[in-house]
């Protein structure tokens, strides 16, 4: 069966301080795989998604970016963090026979300090 | 501007009695929604869909509702248990794929013993 893991659960970090969250993926090959960040009383916002290694597409400006340097790996990096980069990290791929329906991993609590 | 709009961000409601969960859209393109679960420090998971060629989807207690002409989709749970106390997202997408889902802000739904 298919299972997402995301690491570290929670994280704090200072402001200005770099980041990397890491998102793999098992028992499946050649997945679409989606960032999503939720923050505090909003939904959940894509910022990123890969088709395959090193095909990353970003969906809105910020100082984060994303890198997929294995099949089934999905980084989500920062070099210096901002107080509003704070949220709920969600790694995500879609269902491998219903495309419309997405799977998500455990999430990241990430907070700036 | 937000193209998936969930107007009730909180809702309270009997155990035993009816949950409605309201979702409005303007994107006329969307052609599938979704509805996710999420518990606090967890990952969304899914709940139930609805394909915009139908306009009615039951899966047990939840059954979601879809008016096309009004861009307007609803959430049913009936009965409402505490343990459905939970965010709940509604999600619209084009063409089933994943770098084109919209999640809605969310309502969080607490059913009271």
């Known amino acids: 069966s298919q299972t997402i893991h995301q690491w570290p659960a929670t994280l704090v970090q200072p402001v200005g301080s770099p980041l990397s969250l890491e998102c793999t993926v098992e028992?499946?090959?050649?997945?679409?795989l989606y960032w999503y960040r939720q923050a505090a009383g909003r939904g959940l916002q894509l910022l990123f998604y890969?088709?395959?290694?090193?095909?990353i597409s970003s969906e809105v400006p910020q100082n984060l970016s994303a890198s997929r340097p294995q099949d089934r790996q999905f980084i989500l990096s920062s070099k210096k963090l901002l107080l509003s980069d704070s949220g709920f990290y969600l790694c995500?791929?879609?269902?491998?026979?219903?495309?419309?329906?997405?799977?998500f991993g455990p999430g990241t609590r990430l907070t700036v300090l | 501007d937000q193209q998936v709009k969930q107007n009730s961000p909180s809702l309270s409601v009997q155990e035993g009695r009816i949950s409605i969960l309201n979702c409005d859209y303007t994107?006329?393109?969307?052609?599938?929604f979704l509805w996710y679960k999420k518990y606090p420090a967890e990952g969304p998971t899914f709940l139930i869909s609805?394909?915009?060629?139908?306009d009615k989807n039951e899966d047990g207690r939840f059954t979601v509702f879809l008016n096309k002409s009004a861009k307007h989709l609803s959430l049913h749970i009936v009965p409402s248990q505490p343990g459905d106390s939970a965010v709940y997202f509604c999600?619209?997408?084009?063409?089933?794929?994943?770098?084109?889902?919209?999640f809605g802000p969310g309502t969080r739904l607490s059913v009271l013993p």
């Open positions: 890969s088709v395959g290694i090193g095909q």
């Open positions: 609805i394909s915009s060629i139908k």
């Open positions: 995500a791929w879609p269902h491998p026979r219903r495309g419309g329906e997405q799977f």
């Open positions: 028992g499946t090959s050649n997945p679409n």
């Open positions: 999600a619209a997408v084009v063409g089933g794929y994943g770098q084109n889902f919209v």
């Open positions: 994107n006329s393109m969307f052609d599938y």
